[in-house]
């Protein structure tokens, strides 16, 4: 069963940081475009980075390149999303995603086309 567990998050303070965690435990790790998306109330899904576990090419939203940084321990299965020099407008839920074979150029950035998704996580940020 595939399935793609997420853990991090939680309230922090403006100008803090926080590390999302997505663990794929479930199923191989080769060829995996990795997407981290968030979701503010009242808005629409935004795609903010992605990462191919095949070479490790990574592409960022402009709202958070500079600032967070996705990477991926492929023997571990699980992909990060460190955030730093967090700001009240990063206040979301946040999710990962998983597709394949294709790297992150196939899927969109609404979260088109990738076949599973985590559970979402709180990220919180005051002012």
């Known amino acids: 069963d595939v399935q793609l567990v997420q853990s991090g998050g939680g309230l922090v303070q403006a100008g803090g940081s926080l590390r999302l965690s997505c663990a794929s435990p479930?199923?191989?790790?080769?060829?995996?475009?990795i997407g981290w998306f968030r979701q503010a109330p009242g808005k629409e899904r935004e795609g903010i980075s992605c990462?191919?576990?095949?070479?490790?090419?990574?592409v960022y939203a402009d709202s958070v390149k500079g600032r967070f940084t996705i990477s991926s321990d492929n023997a571990k299965k699980t992909v990060y999303l460190q955030m730093n020099s967090l700001k009240p407008e990063d206040t979301a839920v946040y999710y990962c995603?998983?597709?394949?074979?294709?790297?992150?150029?196939?899927?969109?950035?609404?979260?088109?086309?990738?076949?599973?998704w985590g559970q979402g996580t709180q990220v919180t940020v005051s002012s």
């Open positions: 479930g199923f191989t790790f080769d060829d995996y475009a």
């Open positions: 995603a998983a597709g394949t074979p294709l790297g992150c150029s196939a899927y969109g950035s609404d979260g088109l086309g990738y076949d599973y």
């Open positions: 990462i191919y576990t095949n070479d490790g090419s990574a």
